[in-house]
């Protein structure tokens, strides 16, 4: 038997402000913060963990610096979608990365970060690169 995909793990600075970002994104999420939250995400769990959490088990833990190292990626049902997902984070006050554009490979793209940084990139269409 070989392990399989369950879930997906980031360690979060301001628990209430990360849910608050997944949840604008449409996520099922809990209204209370707790110091570990699991989500729904799509065949995956999304794991919201504060850095204390993650300090209690793993005691050489430094949290990162810079911009996150996990990137999350939603698809969209269309390349307007797209567009006015971005421009709804944008514009709630949540930074964009990457403003929607039309990528090589054939998809709508765009990225915007959520309260720790993590990459969330929004897409519709064509194949992954």
Same mark, same amino acid.
């Given at each position: 038997?070989?392990?399989?995909?369950?879930?997906?793990?980031?360690?979060?600075?301001?628990?209430?402000?990360?849910?608050? %970002? =997944?949840?604008?994104?449409?996520?099922? *999420?809990?209204?209370?913060?707790?110091?570990?939250?699991?989500?729904? %995400?799509?065949?995956?769990?999304?794991?919201?963990?504060?850095?204390?959490?993650?300090?209690? %088990?793993?005691?050489?833990?430094?949290?990162?610096?810079?911009?996150?190292?996990? +990137?999350?990626?939603?698809?969209?049902?269309?390349?307007?979608?797209?567009?006015?997902?971005?421009?709804?984070?944008? +514009? @709630?006050?949540?930074?964009?990365?990457?403003?929607? %554009?039309? @990528? *090589?490979?054939?998809?709508? =793209?765009?990225?915007?970060?959520?309260?720790?940084?993590? +990459?969330?990139?929004?897409?519709?269409?064509?194949?992954?690169?």
């Amino acid at each position: 038997m070989k392990p399989s995909p369950s879930a997906v793990g980031i360690v979060v600075t301001d628990m209430a402000a990360s849910l608050a %970002f =997944y949840r604008s994104l449409g996520l099922d *999420v809990p209204d209370e913060p707790a110091p570990h939250v699991e989500i729904a %995400f799509g065949a995956l769990r999304l794991l919201l963990d504060t850095e204390e959490v993650v300090a209690s %088990f793993d005691p050489s833990f430094t949290p990162p610096t810079g911009a996150g190292r996990v +990137g999350l990626a939603l698809e969209c049902a269309s390349p307007a979608e797209v567009d006015a997902e971005y421009d709804r984070l944008v +514009g @709630a006050g949540y930074r964009g990365r990457l403003a929607p %554009f039309d @990528a *090589v490979w054939g998809q709508r =793209y765009a990225a915007v970060l959520d309260p720790d940084g993590v +990459g969330v990139d929004l897409f519709a269409g064509g194949s992954a690169p």
